[in-house]
T-cell receptor
Framework: GENVEQHPSTLSVQEGDSAVIKCTYS??????FPWYKQELGKRPQLIID?????GEKKDQRIAVTLNKTAKHFSLHITETQPEDSAVYFCAAKTGANNLFFGTGTRLTVIP | GAVVSQHPSWVICKSGTSVKIECRSL??????MFWYRQFPKQSLMLMATSNEGSKATYEQGVEKDKFLINHASLTLSTLTVTSAHPEDSSFYIC?????????????FGPGTRLTVT
């Protein structure tokens, strides 16, 4: 089955700086890669996703890059704000199969 | 956007009792629903995949007789934790996938925090 690894597990940045979270996956057939933001005690919220036919996608301050050859994808948050503080999960999915989640990154943005 | 609700949002029960958690897709039909559990500061672990009208598919290590899943309609799936024990205390989250539109995307419920005393 799919194995998704995520790094780092914790990340602290100063407000206004950029944050980068990286994930690798094992199944070359995976074709959908979403990123979720989860605040304490709440549901995961989809913040951005990318499909395997695209190398990069951007939505305002958030961008995701995908390298299919190396089987890794990254989340980039620019101009970070305190409200960006949360746990971020990457995930990978093959076709109609289930999502396999990374282990999560706790991002803290220091005002 | 697609909305998934869960009920109850939290529950405290005594060891040995059973607890039922409901997951509903409010504005779309979901042939497939997923059940996850999440321990503090850990990732979401898939427990089972539930398809409407058929038996759930359980992940390795998840006891199907302990975690009963029923997906009787296109908008409702239930998870029953039978004979609950303190080690079953966790945050249980369901998600649902649309039949059409954006079939890749899963919409998560708000979660149910179960505490077994």
């Amino acid at each position: 089955g799919e194995n998704v690894e995520q790094h780092p597990s914790t990340l602290s940045v100063q407000e206004g700086d950029s944050a980068v979270i990286k994930c690798t996956y094992s199944d070359s057939a995976s074709n959908y890669f979403p990123w979720y933001k989860q605040e304490l005690g709440k549901r995961p919220q989809l913040i951005i996703d990318i499909r395997s036919n695209v190398g990069e996608k951007k939505d305002q301050r958030i961008a995701v890059t995908l390298n299919k050859t190396a089987k890794h994808f990254s989340l980039h948050i620019t101009e970070t704000q305190p409200e960006d503080s949360a746990v971020y999960f990457c995930a990978a999915k093959t076709g109609a199969n289930n999502l396999f989640f990374g282990t999560g990154t706790r991002l803290t943005v220091i005002p | 956007g697609a909305v998934v609700s869960q009920h109850p949002s939290w529950v405290i029960c005594k060891s040995g009792t059973s607890v039922k958690i409901e997951c509903r897709s409010l504005d779309f039909q979901a042939t497939t629903m997923f059940w996850y559990r999440q321990f503090p500061k850990q990732s979401l672990m898939l427990m089972a995949t539930s398809n409407e009208g058929s038996k759930a598919t359980y992940e390795q290590g998840v006891e199907k007789d302990k975690f009963l899943i029923n997906h009787a309609s296109l908008t409702l799936s239930t998870l029953t934790v039978t004979s609950a024990h303190p080690e079953d205390s966790s945050f249980y989250i369901c998600s649902a996938r649309e039949n059409s539109g954006r079939p890749h995307e899963q919409y998560f419920g708000p979660g149910t925090r179960l505490t077994v005393t």
